[in-house]
């Protein structure tokens, strides 16, 4: 079956240093966004930014206020 969303990965890591976690956030549909992290619960929203900013939040709380999400740099295609 194939799945009609777009999805793109989430990385977890301190300000200055390495990858701690990875998730993804993807469409859905016309509801808008959703995105998880490993541990932490399913955030929606309306925008990927917002999702983005929910899970920075609870991915502080549990690691701590010097980690960021964000979402991963694509890469190119040779």
Do not use: C, W
Request: net charge negative.
């Amino acid at each position: 079956m194939v799945n009609d969303y777009v999805e793109e990965e989430l990385v977890v890591r301190p300000i200055h240093g390495m990858q701690l976690s990875e998730g993804y956030i993807r469409k859905e549909n016309s509801k808008g966004f959703l995105g998880s992290l490993p541990g932490l619960l399913p955030s929606r929203g309306r925008t990927k930014e917002e999702v983005r900013v929910r899970l920075e939040r609870e991915a502080k709380a549990y690691y701590g206020d010097d980690v960021i999400v964000e979402i991963a740099p694509q890469a190119l295609a040779s």
